[in-house]
């Protein structure tokens, strides 16, 4: 796997806990075999020296895990375990912390070595309520080494969502189009998050991209690596040079602006002024961005740009940021087509103007946006309106997510798995048939019925699961997924449902 740029890379500690009356020794024969399991699986975690069983030890555990640089962290109930101490290491260390225990190996233990971490779980658990921590627990949280070490490994996907999130800038320039209301929702619960946000206006856009032009070399070395990248497919190559310039200012501007911040994403706006201000449609400019890592989302979509940058830290793949926009007719599908366990009820398509880099396109060649070619240049020949990236998106497995603000400044999230089909949508713009069973339903109760905008962020692989507990730790409880007929949705007319 091709680390992208602009994620984090998650140093997992793990550090041990003992209750004074149980033998620390016990915990750390436990931990020894964890490691043993954990190294078999790849994962590349530090030990703690310090087994914690008192506060002072809690204190000594974090230091450590400082000086090696770990930004995540597995506690692990050898035994009973210290309530306090525990939930204090927990409380202090400045990442992700996840929570897990022994289970008794065998019947001989049982005489006299036996270490009761089921039922230490317990007090854990009370006191991580007492302290209001959101520490991830997962499904069975206590069980024999090789049954930890998969949990373990999972949750560093986990932690580095939660872990971009809280090191993450987003830059916004422009206002939002007209008649788009859905992608202005208020950046208050951004900065509950931990997300900074910095907002531009277009001519500061437009300022930087003409102060790009300064330098040549580095423009005309990114309009190559274009011509590479598109190669017979690139009908405009004319228009290579002022879509590098672009490239050139937005990367050059994420890095001088980072500040305190470590990864970043763009929300910005993309039409309709700028084609005649820019002289080109900015889509796939915004597409080689999302491919190096640094999501770009239309229409200045702020919670668009973090929906992707999380779905990228999930999947450590590119995402991209689709309207969920038109049905699918019948004479589309090829007979006894697979949905992949969905209904033809399900279906839909996923299209943007041409924003997917072209690792997640299955056919892609630089074109010109038809909708804005009618709109600023009645339908004449294309210019100001070149420069998406079009094709069918590539077939294979999905997740859907967008996490969103309200305009009472909560925080909902939806999140849904399935499959884009390799059929033919014969339509224009950079757009696949996205298959999700139950998805019908899921869009009158989850995306109509509880506000969420047009925009959704697709990833290339079925994270769910991960976002899912990322989403949990970071604070939202409200979080939508598709649900089969036998669990209705609340405010489901339950005589329409099993009418």
């Given at each position: ?8 890379t ?85 990442g ?34 007492l ?99 598109l190669?017979?497919?690139c ?55 999302a491919g ?11 919670y ?23 049905s ?7 007979p ?15 299209f ?9 396109m ?16 009645n ?48 339509s224009f ?39 899912f ?22 405010g ?8």
């Amino acid at each position: 796997m091709v680390k992208l740029l602009n994620t984090p890379t998650v140093k997992l500690g793990i550090v041990g806990v003992s209750r004074n009356c149980f033998p620390a020794a016990l915990t750390g024969k436990r931990l020894g075999v964890l490691m043993k399991c954990l190294a078999g699986l790849g994962v590349r975690a530090q030990r703690c020296s310090v087994i914690i069983e008192t506060e002072d030890h809690a204190v000594a555990a974090l230091a450590e895990l400082a000086q090696k640089g770990c930004n995540a962290a597995v506690v692990y109930l050898g035994n009973f375990g210290p309530e306090g101490p525990t939930t204090l290491f927990a409380q202090r260390f400045p990442g992700p912390v996840m929570a897990c225990a022994a289970a008794e190996e065998d019947k001989q233990v049982l005489a006299a070595d036996r270490g009761d971490a089921l039922c230490g779980m317990l007090n854990v658990g009370y006191n991580l309520n007492l302290r209001r921590l959101r520490v991830y627990v997962p499904q069975a949280p206590v069980g024999l080494p090789a049954a930890l070490a998969p949990k373990i490994a999972a949750f560093q996907d986990i932690a580095r969502v939660v872990i971009g999130v809280k090191n993450l800038k987003i830059f916004g320039f422009g206002p939002r189009p007209q008649d788009f209301l859905a992608c202005n929702a208020p950046v208050q619960p951004l900065y509950d998050l931990g997300v900074e946000v910095m907002e531009n206006s277009e001519l500061d856009l437009l300022q930087l991209f003409r102060k790009a032009a300064e330098n040549k070399a580095r423009v005309r070395r990114v309009a190559g690596e274009m011509a590479k990248e598109l190669g017979p497919s690139c009908a405009y190559p004319d228009l290579l040079p002022k879509l590098a310039q672009l490239e050139v200012a937005l990367t050059d501007f994420a890095e001088a602006n980072l500040g305190a911040c470590k990864y970043a994403a763009f929300g910005d706006k993309c039409w309709p002024a700028f084609e005649f201000e820019f002289g080109f449609a900015p889509c796939y400019v915004n597409s080689r961005m999302a491919g190096k890592g640094i999501p770009v989302a239309c229409e200045v979509d702020l919670y668009g740009a973090m929906s992707e940058y999380m779905i990228q830290c999930a999947s450590q793949e590119p995402a991209t940021l689709l309207d969920i926009n038109n049905s699918v007719p019948d004479d589309v599908l090829p007979p006894r087509a697979d949905l992949k366990g969905a209904t033809k009820e399900d279906l839909f398509m996923g299209f943007h103007c041409g924003n997917t880099c072209s690792s997640c396109m299955k056919t892609c060649s630089l074109k010109f946006q038809l909708i804005m070619n009618r709109l600023m240049e009645n339908g004449q020949a294309p210019d100001i309106s070149r420069g998406t990236l079009e094709g069918q998106i590539k077939p294979g497995p999905t997740t859907m997510f967008r996490l969103q603000g309200t305009p009472d400044c909560k925080l909902r999230a939806y999140i849904g798995e399935g499959e884009i089909l390799d059929i033919d949508p014969c339509s224009f713009g950079a757009i696949g048939i996205v298959a999700v069973p139950n998805f019908l339903r899921f869009y009158r109760h989850v995306l109509i019925a509880k506000g969420f905008p047009h925009h959704g962020g697709f990833g290339f692989k079925k994270v769910g699961k991960t976002l899912f507990e990322a989403v949990k730790l970071l604070g939202v409880e409200d979080i939508g997924v598709p649900l089969p007929k036998s669990l209705p949705y609340p405010g489901e007319n339950p005589f329409e449902l099993f009418g």
